[in-house]
């Protein structure tokens, strides 16, 4: 148990134990003034009974309170589970949103690096043809020297071998 609610039924235990000793007292009847008329009445009897109504108004009033926070409470738990919901859903919507955008992108990015694989490949198909033509040109070049050569060393032997 709480220590407020240990506390209160000790105070309550000790009333009614100082009711119970003193009984005879609570129920001699005294005269009583109510401003208007004069009665013969148990004045602790009186009081005991005043203390009990209080005591139970003010048990009433904690549950009433009790009752409306936990109403309360209810309400903002429902009220938060649907905020939370709203926002799980938000967050959804944009990360499908941004998948959406990111495929775009990425669409975009794999055109590009075609184009730009397209582009290459031409380049260096053009290298490539016009290294092959370089080559070629150089073989020509190299062969006509050679050949070049050949004869100039045919026509030097002829010649010096013709003389003698």
């Not at 148990?42 to 108004?57: K, N, Q």
């Not at 309170?65 to 919507?93: H, N, P």
């Not at 495929?103 to 590009?112: F, I, N, P, V, W």
Request: hydrophobic share 50%; proline share 2%; glycine share 6%.
């Amino acid at each position: 148990m709480r220590f407020r609610t240990l506390l209160l039924l000790v105070v309550l235990g000790a009333i009614a134990a100082f009711a119970a000793v003193n009984w005879t007292a609570f129920t001699t009847p005294t005269t009583l003034s109510l401003v208007f008329a004069v009665v013969q009445a148990p004045l602790g009897l009186i009081m005991l009974a005043l203390a009990a109504v209080i005591t139970v108004l003010f048990l009433v009033f904690v549950v009433y309170l009790q009752t409306s926070v936990i109403i309360e409470t209810r309400r903002y738990g429902r009220e938060l589970q649907t905020q939370r919901e709203l926002a799980d859903k938000a967050e959804a919507s944009r990360f499908t949103e941004l998948r959406g955008f990111l495929d775009t992108e990425l669409s975009k990015l794999a055109g590009r690096v075609a184009e730009v694989k397209t582009g290459t490949d031409t380049r260096l198909d053009q290298l490539d043809r016009d290294l092959r033509s370089a080559v070629e040109q150089a073989g020509n070049t190299l062969a006509a020297y050679i050949g070049e050569l050949e004869d100039r060393v045919e026509r030097g032997s002829s010649g010096t071998n013709s003389k003698p």
